[in-house]
């Protein structure tokens, strides 16, 4: 017996912001998204990890102590050291101007931290950033963290509307492209949550009291617009090259409610519940509409988009310029300013050499308008 193909459907969903539309429409009537054929997905990456390869089981095939190669039980046939998880340390570089790097840390067994990035090529055109950080205290953070960051991008990247072309409109479409994407990166950590469920149905001894869960945060570039949006307290910062650095995100957490009850950042920020959140990702989430801001890109800088396991060394806008003015100053240039990538490498460098103390992802986008 042949299995019949299944009709198409009469209907779809708008790319921006889910809403259901016909195949026929060219525009969403709830944000004003194009839905034209050039609305398509983003294109992996050719030499971007799957979530599969990326994840506790995946490891390096090669010694990074000796370049020998790696065995089936984890250590390498030549040295006998332990082979790295793939997941404890990796990058991203869709454009020559955007790139992430994710790192573990020194003091945590895992990387419960999560980088995924979309650009197209030319500088300063598009770009998408996603950071997603695991609750430490939840069961397959790293996991949740990973597949939420990506489905968020995927969702990001996969519209090109500008709107119905005006600047109010672009914005209009832009925020609510982040509100889906948030809506998306939430089903994704539930479905991990579903997943692990599922085995504790099968093993009692793996069910946990404490489901999946994550921060988020994610930019969006469109030429001379940047948005953010976030949940949690992964952030987002603007670092011009010349002029006041910026923090684009308010944290969800008790430190911030402190900060605003009046108490000096730097005690909020070092108390014993610093790093509690109020608002993340996950079945047992309060509401998780981002907080959402925006800015006009006039002058050349960088985005960075970072976990809490760079900027808890460095929490202030300011303070982080310094250090990424420092870092950018050994890194290798590119048209009279710092390669992404190495950049990147080198402030996760920094933060594990003042401790390392969580995992740590940066994400970078060069701006440089005109």
């Not at 996603?130 to 991008?153: E, I, N, T, Y």
């Not at 469109?222 to 910026?246: F, N």
């Not at 509690?276 to 047992?284: E, F, K, S």
């Not at 890109?297 to 760079?310: A, F, N, Q, R, Y």
């Amino acid at each position: 017996m042949t299995a019949q193909s299944a009709p198409t459907p009469l209907t779809t969903t708008c790319p921006a912001c889910d809403n259901v539309v016909g195949r026929s429409e060219q525009f969403c009537e709830a944000c004003g998204a194009g839905l034209s054929p050039t609305v398509t997905a983003a294109e992996p990456s050719p030499e971007e990890p799957t979530l599969t390869e990326v994840s506790l089981t995946g490891i390096a095939t090669r010694c990074p102590s000796c370049d020998g190669e790696v065995a089936a039980d984890g250590y390498c046939g030549t040295c006998g050291a332990h082979a790295p998880r793939l997941r404890d340390h990796f990058s991203e570089q869709p454009a020559a101007w955007v790139a992430a790097v994710c790192d573990r840390g020194l003091r945590h067994t895992r990387n419960e931290d999560a980088v995924a990035l979309a650009a197209d090529t030319e500088p300063g055109s598009r770009a998408v950033l996603v950071v997603c950080d695991g609750v430490s205290s939840s069961v397959d953070s790293d996991l949740a963290a990973l597949a939420a960051a990506r489905a968020a991008r995927d969702v990001l990247a996969a519209s090109h509307s500008r709107g119905i072309g005006t600047a109010p409109s672009l914005l209009a479409a832009v925020v609510a492209r982040l509100e889906a994407a948030t809506d998306a990166a939430l089903r994704a950590v539930i479905e991990v949550t579903r997943a692990a469920s599922d085995l504790a149905a099968v093993n009692p001894t793996a069910g946990e009291a404490n489901p999946a869960s994550c921060t988020f945060v994610a930019a969006v570039v469109e030429k001379d617009l940047l948005v953010v949006g976030s949940v949690g307290d992964s952030r987002a910062y603007w670092l011009p090259d010349v002029g006041s650095a910026t923090a684009l995100t308010i944290d969800d957490s008790f430190a911030q409610e402190q900060i605003e009850a009046g108490m000096p950042r730097a005690a909020a920020e070092s108390g014993p519940q610093a790093h509690a959140i109020t608002r993340w990702l996950g079945v047992d989430a309060p509401p998780h509409t981002p907080r959402t801001a925006t800015m006009k890109l006039i002058e050349p800088g960088w985005l960075l988009v970072c976990s809490d396991g760079l900027w808890n060394y460095c929490s202030a806008a300011e303070d982080l310029a310094k250090v990424v003015s420092q870092a950018s100053a050994t890194s290798p240039a590119l048209e009279g300013a710092a390669e992404p990538l190495p950049l990147a490498r080198a402030l996760v460098a920094w933060a594990n050499a003042q401790g390392g103390r969580d995992n740590i992802s940066v994400a970078l986008a060069r701006i440089h308008p005109g």
